[in-house]
């Protein structure tokens, strides 16, 4: 025992039981930093399955809904290089600074065009066009309307031309993103619909999006394609309000915003979807009967200046041509 108690109490021993300590600490805290590491790699890669996954299923969508395409063979060498070529200019020139803000992705995604592909298409067209104009239109004017003229002035012109085109892509992503909501907006009252139908008659809400997305597909693709995306984001997303609320960011529309407001709120607070469905769709057709009310009585105004300058010099000539006829005949007769 004494033996025991004078070991214990030895400076030596106690310096390598703590040495130990010390040494097992360090190994272990070494170990939680792979294992750490080998946790966050896991869910990087999970993350990555996901959004490939996501990808996948909104190229099979967009592929049964636009129906039987003609077969294309791989992605050639020169498509490649080209969109490389985009890539490398788009970095080279930071044009992403220069061009990019906050709301540059979600005016894109409301056009249709996701990824980063599209970024890169849309930034290397603004930055191209200006020159591209200049060139064309300074050749032009050089060669055909002001062949006579300085090649200086002709340059100012080519030069506003250029200018002008600069606000081209941004011209052209309006007006997509205007047909694209237009064709959302005269679907989207039949839409909520057929999702009250679906939810009424027992299905869940991501079998009634991916049902309507089909029962759509023919009368408007768009939403089809919206629908069919918040079905796979409802099938990964960890909050369903996300789904919801990206379906709503990516179309732009009010009405479809306050529908998936309803049914957040009705997904947060328990309440019944069906009632928030039904309460939406009557909304939906009493705004439809609204508009088209409304594009009734904006028909007279439309009218009236083509039939001032169409319709009535007509009728003045048909109503007096017998009678001017009628009056050089009489005299022609009298002569």
Known sequence: MENLISTLTDTRFLVAVLAAVAAAAVVFTIGATFFSGNDTKKVRQRIRRVALEREKMRAEEMARLRGPQPESGPRTIRQQAGRDYMKNVVKRFSLEKAFVDAGTADALARAGYRGQAAMTTYLFARFVTPFVLFILAFAYLSL????????????????????????????????????????????????????????????????????????????????????????????????????????????????VRSVMTSLIQADRYGTSVGTSLRVMAEEGREQRMNDAEKKAASLPPKLTVPLIVFFLPVLFIVIISPAIIRVFQQNMSMG
Not at 186 to 200: H, K, N, S, Y
Not at 238 to 251: K, P, Q, V
Request: proline fraction near 4%.
């Open 144 to 255: 055909t309307v002001f062949a006579d003229r300085p090649l200086w002035m002709n340059g100012i012109y080519a030069l506003l031309v250029g200018l002008i085109g600069a606000y081209l892509p941004i011209l052209m992503l309006k007006n997509k993103t205007q047909k694209r909501q237009q064709s959302i907006r005269r679907a989207w009252p039949d839409a909520l619909d057929l999702m009250l139908l679906c939810v009424e008659s027992g299905m869940s809400v991501e079998h009634a999006f991916k049902r309507v997305s089909r029962e759509l597909a023919g009368q408007s693709p768009e939403l089809a394609e919206e629908l069919s995306l918040t079905t796979a984001e409802l099938s990964f997303l960890e909050e369903r309000s996300r789904a919801f609320d990206n379906l709503g960011r990516r179309t732009g529309l009010d009405v």
